[in-house]
């Protein structure tokens, strides 16, 4: 099993829908958790933080369920620019600053 | 440097030749992580190092991969005897580990993509 999982979708829907992404982690040990974005052909970069409380930024909304080793992204008002690869990450409780990331969830926001 | 930087953006290669790719982190940034990435997957660990030393190489898949960086600066991977499995996006990333949100945050390169022939 892997270490962090995602649906790999592609999610195609609408600008103005709402749509929402999970991810599982098998680690129980991990601290910080955290969503990337990643255009195609292009590096991986953060998008926000994950929080026990929950977090928002903007359209972004994130949660963390740590007793069912679960994180969500829920983007509200989807835009053609929001066209990427969400990757759930995920980082342990140890030494390291190891963060290991899920394959990604393709979205395709479409006119 | 403004951000992290890597060359060669793009190296073709024939099985069994020997590859070095570069990269040159944030100023002041002293961690630094090598990652790998296949097509339709998510960015794998290679290593990190802080500072100087590898900190974890846990991620290296076999002894024909290696990495340093020896002035706690630029890095360097180097993939002997290459195999068409290594071909991959190779991304670099840098951190700030001097403020404690600062470590969690990685910056990456735009990768060196890596055909072995």
């Known amino acids: 099993r892997k270490e962090v999982e995602q649906d790999p979708g592609p999610f195609n829907v609408p600008e103005g829908a709402t749509v929402a992404f999970n991810c599982t982690y098998s680690?129980?040990?991990?601290?910080?958790f955290f969503w990337y974005r990643q255009d195609c052909r292009k590096e991986p970069k953060l998008l926000m933080s994950?929080?026990?409380s929950g977090n928002e930024d903007g359209r972004f909304t994130a949660q963390l369920n740590r007793a069912s080793q679960y994180i969500s992204l829920l983007i509200r008002d989807s835009k053609l620019s929001d066209s990427a690869t969400y990757l759930c990450v995920v980082k342990r409780n140890t030494g390291f600053q190891k963060l290991v990331f899920g394959t990604g969830t393709r979205l395709l926001v479409s006119p | 440097g403004a951000g992290v930087s890597q060359t060669p953006s793009n190296k073709v290669t024939e099985k069994g030749k020997y590859v070095e790719l570069r990269c040159d982190p944030i100023s002041g940034h002293t961690a630094l992580y090598w990652y790998r990435q296949s097509l339709g997957q998510g960015p794998e660990f290679l290593i990190y190092?802080?500072?100087?030393?590898?900190?974890?190489d846990s991620g290296l898949p076999n002894d024909r991969f290696f990495a340093v960086r020896p002035e706690g600066s630029v890095s360097t991977l180097k993939i002997q005897r290459t195999e068409r499995g290594d071909s991959a996006v190779y991304l670099c990333a840098s951190s700030d580990t001097r403020a404690h949100s600062g470590a969690n945050v990685l910056t990456f390169g735009a990768g060196s993509r890596l055909t072995v022939l």
């Open positions: 190092f802080q500072g100087t030393g590898a900190a974890d």
């Open positions: 680690n129980s040990a991990s601290q910080s």
């Open positions: 994950v929080y026990s």
